[in-house]
C-alpha cells in the first residue's frame, strides 16, 4: 500500500471506531497520531532495508507481529505520561492497521496472503535488490505512475477512487481535524 492508502485505511477505521463506539469525532491530536501510527512501520522498514541492508525486503521490525506489543505499550506509556490515553488507542490501531492492509493489498492484488510480511525475525519476505532508498522509491512510483496511466480507468481504479473519496467525506463530517484547527488558529490570527 502507499501512504495515502495506509493514512486512509487508519483514519477510517479510528473514525468509524470513535464515533459508533464513543459517539465523538477524533480530535487534532488523535488525527495526527493516526498518521504517524498509520506510515511507523514503514518510517523505521524502508530506510533499514533499503538504506541499510537490513531486511532488504522492507518489511521487518516495524511490520513484526512480535515487535508490536513492545511499541503499542511504549506508546500508553507516553500517552499516559502526557495524560492523553485516547492518543496511544489511536496511534495502536493506525499501526496495527498498517501489516494488516499490506497483507490485504496482497490478497487484493495477487489473490493471496503473505504472512510473511509480518513475522519477522523468524521469517521475512524475499529481498529486491533495486539499489538504495531513493532507488526504490523512483521505481515504485514509476510503476505505480505507468500503472494508472497504461491501465486506464479500470475497476480497480475506480474503487479506490470511491473510497478515497468516501475517507475524504468521514474526514469532513468528522470536522476535518486537524486542518481546521489550523485553519482557525490563523483566522484569529489574522484578526490580531
Known sequence: MWPWEHLAFAYALYSVTRNVGFRTS????????????????DLVDKPLGWTFG???????IGHSIFVAPAVCLVAYAVAARWGNRALAGAFSL?????????MLSHL???????????????????ATDYGGFLDHLILYLARYVYHLLAGGVTPQIVVQSLLGLAVVALWLSDGAPPAADIWRFLRTRSRQ
Request: cysteine-free.
Open 54 to 60: 537490513f531486511a532488504e525486503s522492507g518489511y521487518s
Open 26 to 41: 477524533p480530535s487534532a491530536r488523535e488525527t495526527i497520531a493516526v498518521a504517524v501510527g498509520s506510515q511507523f512501520p
Open 94 to 102: 493506525a499501526y496495527l492497521s498498517h501489516p494488516i492492509g499490506d
Open 108 to 126: 487484493f492484488r495477487d489473490g493471496t496472503v503473505d504472512s510473511r510480511i509480518v513475522l519477522w525475525p523468524i521469517a521475512s519476505p524475499p
